[in-house]
T-cell receptor, first 118, second 113 residues
Framework: KAGVTQTPRYLIKTRGQQVTLSCSPI?????VSWYQQTPGQGLQFLFE???????NKGNFPGRFSGRQFSNSRSEMNVSTLELGDSALYLCASSLRAQGFGAAQETQYFGPGTRLLVL | QKEVEQDPGPLSVPEGAIVSLNCTYSNSAFQYFMWYRQYSRKGPELLMYTYSSGNKEDGRFTAQVDKSSKYISLFIRDSQPSDSATYLC?????????????FGAGTTVTVRA
């Protein structure tokens, strides 16, 4: 079974531009989460989507947005890019959404999209 | 103060040594604890997963959780050069409405042949 795929793998943008990143989850997985990874802050949760609905959002400004399509593929968009947005953006999929009080759903991570903002 | 603290290292050990990694956390509601391994230019992959306190062993890997001290550990026995990677701890409160994982910053490990 193919793993989580993310496109593009590398991206260079300039300040003020916007960017769209794509994530295709493992076949059959319906939950997709996005994370930002930087050397200083580590892995930080951006948002989770399940059945085309955003279930939760991390502590990021409104410039960060996402969506999920009916085939579970997900995109995230960052508008008005800032230098501090340079990071590795990771997508993770799981079979089911994380549930209240429920056991931890195993998340499978993609290789990430490395974004450099100049 | 971060919710999860992890020494970023780097940690360099000779092949065959025991690697000891740890994280401390402040949220006593965390009950699910995970260790991920991340190779360079790859996404993290789940290594170990434990619920509440106690030990769990899987081959050369042992995970320990001490909830009273808010401290988790990962031990790698008989370390191999292929174990060279960044190790991330992660944890979750299953009764928090945000469902999110909180990660440590990661510890970079190099096993020297």
């Amino acid at each position: 079974k193919a793993g989580v795929t993310q496109t593009p793998r590398y991206l260079i943008k300039t300040r003020g531009q916007q960017v769209t990143l794509s994530c295709s989850p493992i076949s059959g997985h319906r939950s997709v989460s996005w994370y930002q990874q930087t050397p200083g802050q580590g892995l930080q949760f951006l948002f989770e989507y399940f059945s085309e609905t955003q279930r939760n959002k991390g502590n990021f400004p409104g410039r960060f947005s996402g969506r999920q399509f009916s085939n579970s593929r997900s995109e995230m968009n960052v508008s008005t890019l800032e230098l501090g947005d340079s990071a590795l953006y990771l997508c993770a999929s799981s079979l089911r959404a994380q549930g209240f009080g429920a056991a931890q759903e195993t998340q499978y991570f993609g290789p990430g999209t490395r974004l450099l903002v100049l | 103060q971060k919710e999860v603290e992890q020494d970023p290292g780097p940690l360099s050990v000779p092949e065959g040594a025991i690697v000891s990694l740890n994280c401390t956390y402040s949220n006593s509601a965390f009950q699910y604890f995970m260790w991920y391994r991340q190779y360079s230019r790859k996404g993290p992959e789940l290594l170990m997963y434990t619920y509440s306190s106690g030990n769990k062993e899987d081959g050369r890997f042992t995970a320990q959780v001490d909830k009273s001290s808010k401290y988790i550990s990962l031990f790698i026995r008989d370390s191999q050069p292929s174990d060279s990677a960044t190790y991330l701890c992660a944890m979750r409160d299953p009764f928090a409405g945000d469902y999110k994982l909180s990660f440590g910053a990661g510890t970079t490990v190099t096993v020297r042949a």
